[in-house]
């Protein structure tokens, strides 16, 4: 992730070299070391480069990163015959590369050749099967061909080998949600929140999957998650309010007659209702009153 000082940093650079201040070189070191994606600067920056031969000369083995890196931005950018310029000349210099080889395979991936392509990765695999970049490329591939059943085939393959990937498991959790698979979607986020247990966006993910799925359990446990993300954002998360409100009144109507459990739930839902209240009278005072007639039908419903 990129931090606040490292964007400020990336973005002056950025308009150096746009208004003709130079420092293309150290501009596409910084994108390609940040992991970022400005293609279309790539590209432009990068084929200034490359087309002066004097510049390229004094990169020394740099150069043929420069063009890996151009030939990617090529290929976000459609730029096709550029992409393929670039990877034939590093197939000269590296005749028996790997890497390079998945360049050519992401070339024919973004030509639409789908089958070549998955041919190709498929050979890669073979000779590496460790390789993360192409079990991303494919998982990639079958989601632009609208084949998310394939997609999720291929991310659950990459999460047998690589479960520490936090990204990959977000990703597949969203799948799951997108195709109301609410079940393997928690899954996904309890993986998460395992691995990365401060991170209030999971609890949050969580408690919501768990809320949709319903049922006495699942709500007192989504209403122990929204209460967590209450916790590590201190009190300012809207939404896990809102969820602490809507599970407490959720569970009042399914435990009717239970005294301990209703005056409980009631004390939680009406301290989350005052902190909403005391939010929009700062923030947005012409909702008020929409959000107290919507907090007051919860507390009757309950």
Not at 79 to 91: H, I, Q
Not at 255 to 269: A, M, R
Request: include cysteine.
């Amino acid at each position: 992730m990129v931090t606040k000082t490292e964007a400020t940093q990336l973005n002056s650079l950025e308009n150096q070299v746009d208004n003709g201040g130079g420092g293309a070189w150290d501009y596409l070191t910084l994108v390609r070391n940040l992991k970022v994606r400005r293609s279309d600067k790539v590209l432009k920056h990068g084929l200034s480069i490359l087309n002066n031969p004097k510049i390229r000369s004094n990169l020394g083995p740099d150069e043929w990163t420069l063009y890996e890196q151009v030939a990617v931005a090529a290929m976000d950018c459609q730029c096709l015959d550029v992409a393929k310029d670039c990877t034939k000349v590093l197939r000269k210099r590296f005749p028996e590369s790997k890497r390079v080889g998945r360049l050519e395979a992401m070339l024919l991936e973004a030509k639409g050749s789908w089958e070549l392509a998955e041919k190709a990765y498929t050979s890669l695999l073979e000779d590496n099967p460790l390789d993360q970049i192409i079990h991303k490329r494919r998982v990639a591939m079958a989601k632009a061909q609208g084949n998310i059943s394939r997609a999720i085939e291929f991310l659950n393959k990459y999460l047998e080998i690589f479960m520490a990937d936090h990204d990959a498991w977000r990703e597949l959790a969203e799948i799951y949600v997108s195709l109301q698979m609410y079940k393997q979607a928690a899954f996904c986020y309890e993986e998460l929140i395992l691995s990365q247990p401060t991170v209030p966006l999971y609890h949050l993910a969580y408690a919501d999957v768990l809320y949709t799925l319903g049922g006495l359990e699942n709500l007192q446990t989504a209403k122990k998650y929204y209460s967590s993300t209450i916790d590590l954002t201190g009190g300012k998360n809207t939404r896990a309010l809102f969820g602490v409100c809507l599970c407490t009144s959720a569970i009042a109507q399914l435990v009717k007659g239970k005294i301990k459990e209703e005056k409980e739930g009631s004390q939680v839902q009406s301290l989350a209702a005052k902190v909403l209240e005391k939010d929009y009278k700062q923030r947005a005072p012409d909702k008020l009153p929409q959000l107290t007639a919507a907090l007051k039908s919860l507390t009757l419903s309950s």
